[in-house]
């Protein structure tokens, strides 16, 4: 069996430079300790996410350990270029010794989050109905 941390990197109450420092020496505990993985959440203008841009985050994560596997849980599509986002992972997977875990999607849906929706492009109706294929299936 293999265990990881699903971290949001969330209010701590201390100044940010302090709390991102703590947590990366967490992370370095978890490595030693021998944790598989660890997934970071993006989040965006909310309390619950002070990684709004996880490949820095993660570039920390890459140098500071040696075993752990790591990654977003999801990258946020419509908020990254195509061509910066495969090169950001393309980047972190050679920097981590091929460490580097990673999913996309769309993000929350615009009941969740009116403001951050309002800055965002329209999801594509080819995200939003299942195709044919995956609905015989």
Same mark, same amino acid.
């Given at each position: 069996? +293999?265990?990881? *941390?699903?971290?949001?990197?969330?209010? !701590?109450? /201390?100044?940010?430079?302090?709390?991102?420092?703590? +947590?990366?020496?967490?992370?370095? @505990?978890?490595? &030693?300790?021998?944790?598989?993985?660890? %997934?970071?959440?993006?989040?965006?203008?909310?309390?619950?996410? #002070? @990684?709004? !841009?996880?490949?820095?985050?993660?570039? @920390? *994560? @890459?140098?500071?350990? &040696?075993?752990? $596997?790591?990654?977003?849980? /999801? #990258?946020?599509?419509?908020?990254? %270029?195509?061509? &910066?986002?495969?090169?950001?992972?393309?980047?972190?997977?050679?920097?981590?010794?091929?460490?580097?875990?990673?999913? *996309?999607? $769309?993000?929350?849906?615009?009941? $969740? !989050?009116?403001?951050?929706?309002?800055?965002?492009?329209? *999801?594509? %109706?080819?995200?939003?109905?299942?195709? &044919? $294929?995956?609905?015989? /299936?």
């Amino acid at each position: 069996m +293999r265990f990881g *941390v699903f971290d949001h990197l969330d209010d !701590s109450g /201390v100044p940010l430079q302090r709390h991102f420092e703590d +947590r990366l020496k967490l992370i370095e @505990a978890y490595d &030693r300790a021998g944790f598989y993985g660890y %997934h970071l959440a993006e989040h965006h203008n909310t309390p619950l996410g #002070y @990684a709004p !841009s996880p490949s820095v985050f993660l570039a @920390a *994560v @890459a140098q500071r350990t &040696r075993q752990l $596997r790591f990654g977003p849980m /999801v #990258y946020l599509l419509p908020l990254y %270029h195509p061509l &910066r986002l495969i090169d950001e992972i393309c980047m972190l997977d050679q920097m981590s010794g091929g460490r580097l875990m990673y999913g *996309v999607g $769309r993000g929350i849906s615009r009941s $969740r !989050s009116a403001f951050t929706m309002s800055i965002l492009p329209p *999801v594509p %109706h080819s995200f939003t109905k299942p195709s &044919r $294929r995956s609905a015989s /299936v």
